[in-house]
């Protein structure tokens, strides 16, 4: 597509629920990113993807917390049994390659309220 | 590790002033430097990067940025601010096959 998609764009949930969270890359964009913006705080890296699979899972918070990714395409990132501190914006990047001098392209998010 | 420090979480400036939003980083080999726009309920958008070469780097929207390795600064600017650039702005650093590391923002806000 034209941009990076991110469904749904806003998600309130209650405690204790299991959540997906997806995102579409551009089309032919091999790297993708997942990004959890907290309020009032900067973007914090969760996992990379490069291909479908996942080099770097270091900023995964909890093993509540996972990710998939289908090819060089869509890519799920699934939070179980969600707390209140789940509570964020959730972003996805793509990117043509790895390596941040190719650019990234953000999609508009996830707004997961967890109540 | 890699870290970026915004010192200023918000900014007012009038419009038609200019503005100047800081960014300092710390990272020991040639660092990638961006700077993105959010507007509200929007994804990122990159305004400039830097990777080498001319320390001034131009951007969209009439930005600019000028990496200072000695003061390890990154500080982008604009010489006349308008209405709509009101906006989070965030300053990151990375480098080739390293994740982008983000600061915390800084929010913008113009007054007529």
């Known amino acids: 597509g034209a941009g990076v998609s991110q469904s749904p764009s806003n998600k309130v949930t209650e405690k204790g629920k299991d959540v997906e969270l997806r995102c579409d890359p551009i089309?032919?964009?091999?790297?993708l990113y997942w990004y959890r913006q907290r309020l009032g705080q900067g973007l914090e890296f969760l996992i990379y993807f490069q291909g479908n699979s996942a080099p770097d899972k270091s900023g995964l918070p909890s093993d509540r917390f996972s990710a998939e990714r289908t090819g060089e395409s869509v890519s799920t990132l699934t939070i179980q049994r969600t707390q209140q501190e789940d509570s964020a914006v959730y972003l996805c990047a793509s990117s043509r390659d790895r390596g941040v001098n190719y650019g990234y392209t953000f999609g508009s998010g996830t707004r997961l309220t967890v109540v | 590790a890699q870290s970026v420090t915004q010192p200023d979480i918000h900014i007012t400036v009038s419009e038609g002033a200019s503005l100047e939003l800081r960014c300092n980083y710390s990272y020991g080999a040639t660092p990638y430097l961006f700077w993105y726009v959010q507007s509200p309920g929007q994804g990122l958008q990159l305004l400039l990067k830097?990777?080498?070469?001319?320390?001034l780097v131009q951007g969209i929207k009439g930005f600019e940025a000028e990496f200072k390795r000695s003061q390890s600064s990154f500080n982008l600017r604009k010489p006349s601010v308008h209405w709509s650039d009101a906006a989070e702005y965030f300053c990151a650093v990375g480098s080739y096959g390293n994740k982008l590391v983000f600061g915390a923002g800084t929010i913008l806000r113009v007054k007529s």
């Open positions: 089309s032919g964009h091999t790297a």
């Open positions: 830097y990777f080498s070469g001319d320390t």
